[in-house]
DNA sequence: GTTATTGCAAATTATTTGCATATAA
DNA sequence: TTATATGCAAATAATTTGCAATAAC
């Protein structure tokens, strides 16, 4: 095999479809570009590596088609501490993030248990959550 | 009694002084603002209020003090959804938010329990937390 | 009297938008 | 064909910075 992840290029292509969005040759770098990233990269990045499968892609129709996408619920928007937003599919299940202060890596991780208590604070003090952000900015650990 | 809260801003003052800082006319201004504060206002809105006590207090000096205090872990900065940053004293105790989507308000809470999850979970993964960030963007539970 | 601090205006960074042209459906 | 999308360059928004003037200590 060679690029399994393409599959997640062409549900997004769908999703564009179904609303009737136009699936132009710029869009369709950015969709593979999103569809291969294993990590959280951010619009310039993005271009970056659109620009790579097609060299007429423009910084401001990614983030013309990051806001397309972003809108259709396909990718997720994050705001890190520090620099622009970062960007991931959104076909995972929720999760939230560990951001390493020396490599700005992110990991990603999910706890029912915080979610639950999240729930449960908000709903003390009478509120719904809509949607939250949990994020932990952390340093390797030392050699146990 | 009138304003219980001005300790705070002699509070700061001493700490400014500590690190051999020179207190101004303008960052008086802007301190007694600060400590005033019952809410999380962003830096334009500290400028609307100092400007109240001085007039000459610039924007400029507003976000380079703001800056020498976060730097001092005098107050804290936070980069709520939306718009710009956002500011609160560092005299109370660790918490998180909760950020009202109608109205913009913030709401402080702490759980230890989510504390506690949080470093768990980053342990296990290899990384100790250097801080967090948990915001839940909420609106109010219909009535029950 | 020094040296930090100021206001102002210009610079930066990330992102958005107006407009004439190109193109997907 | 025709409305949607594009690239480019200019516009925003939030924040930072260079510099000559000013004011703390």
């Known amino acids: 095999m060679e690029s399994p992840k393409s599959d997640r290029a062409k549900e997004m292509e769908a999703a564009l479809r179904r609303d009737g969005v136009r699936l132009t040759r710029q869009r369709a770098a950015l969709l593979e570009v999103l569809g291969d990233a294993e990590d959280h990269p951010d619009a310039n990045e993005l271009h970056r590596r659109a620009k790579g499968l097609d060299e ?5 129709t990614v983030y013309r088609t990051l ?6 619920g396909v990718i997720h928007r994050h705001a890190f501490e520090g ?24 990991i990603e ?3 029912e248990k915080i979610e639950r208590l999240q729930a ?12 939250h952000r949990l994020e932990l900015y952390c340093r390797k650990a030392p050699e146990k």
Chains 1, 2 share one sequence.
Do not use: N
């Not at 995972?92 to 390493?100: K, N």
């Open 56 to 60: 007429t892609v423009s910084l401001a």
């Open 67 to 72: 806001s397309v996408l972003e809108a259709q």
């Open 83 to 106: 620099g622009g937003a970062r960007f991931e599919t959104a076909d995972s299940p929720h999760h939230d993030h560990i951001i390493d202060l020396d490599t700005e890596e992110v």
């Open 109 to 111: 991780f999910r706890s």
């Open 120 to 131: 449960e604070i908000a709903a003390e003090l009478g509120y719904d959550v809509v949607h």
